[in-house]
């Protein structure tokens, strides 16, 4: 069953949370789901991130050779990690009515993307494999930031969920979020980004996100 966290954002433990982003009041629909092993040996040494072109149906074989490739650790975790990747990547072109789309796979040790901000797409999915997961507000303590204001409170996805954020290409109340701050801790993240293709053929024509052939 769906949780309503607050005005916009939806909450479930099942995949098909991931269909209410297609809702106009939707701007962020968030799956929950239990941690599915220790992917943390994935980022040992200095793997190199991955951003690639592809389509569901092809994900797994392309992501398992770009692993090998650029220099991840933790062989037995490869074949994992790129089906769930597959499977995931299944259900994001499939709310947005996409045939292709974007994949990147960073090993993060930085603030990057420190600044709460929103995405200047369509929508973009986000899961954490290892590490801390992604901060987002709410509309109420966006407005708060949007005015130079401290946000009265600081939500966090856990590592393994999966948040489909809608982009400013789609909505003028687009999901606000940041990348957690991890450097004065030592911490390291290894994420997962899903963008709409630069140019693809839409699978619906009835799709809200018909213009991600738009996305920069």
């Known amino acids: ?22 809702e106009e009041d939707c701007n962020l629909a968030i799956w929950r789901r239990p941690p599915l092993g220790d992917f943390a040996p ?3 040494g200095t793997p ?18 770009a692993l090998a490739e650029n220099g991840f650790a ?6 994992p990690l790129a089906a769930d990747v597959a499977r ?10 996409l045939s292709r789309f974007e ?5 993060v040790r930085t603030d990057s993307c420190r600044k709460f901000h929103a995405d200047y797409v369509t929508a973009r999915l986000i899961t954490t494999y290892a590490g801390e997961g992604t901060d987002w507000l709410d509309h109420a303590d966006a407005a708060r930031v949007a005015a130079g204001q401290e ?13 489909l954020f809608k ?32 140019r693809q053929f839409v699978d619906r024509p009835d799709s809200p996100f018909s213009d991600a052939s738009e996305v920069a």
């Open 88 to 97: 995931i990547a299944s259900l994001f072109c499939a709310a947005l009515g």
């Open 48 to 65: 190199r991130d991955l951003r690639f072109e592809t389509t569901p149906a092809e994900v797994e074989d392309a992501l398992c050779a």
């Open 42 to 44: 994935l980022v040992q």
């Open 167 to 198: 982009g400013k290409l789609a909505t003028d109340r687009p999901a606000i979020h940041r990348s957690p701050p991890i450097a004065a801790t030592g911490g390291e993240r290894l994420l997962l980004v899903l963008n709409p293709a630069q």
């Open 103 to 107: 994949l990147r796979l960073e090993h």
């Open 74 to 79: 933790g062989k037995a975790l490869h074949a």
């Open 1 to 22: 069953m769906a949780t309503l966290l607050s005005a916009g954002h939806r909450c479930a433990d099942s995949p098909d949370i991931l269909e209410a982003i297609r």
């Open 151 to 163: 946000p009265r409170r600081i939500n966090r996805l856990n590592a393994f969920d999966v948040g």
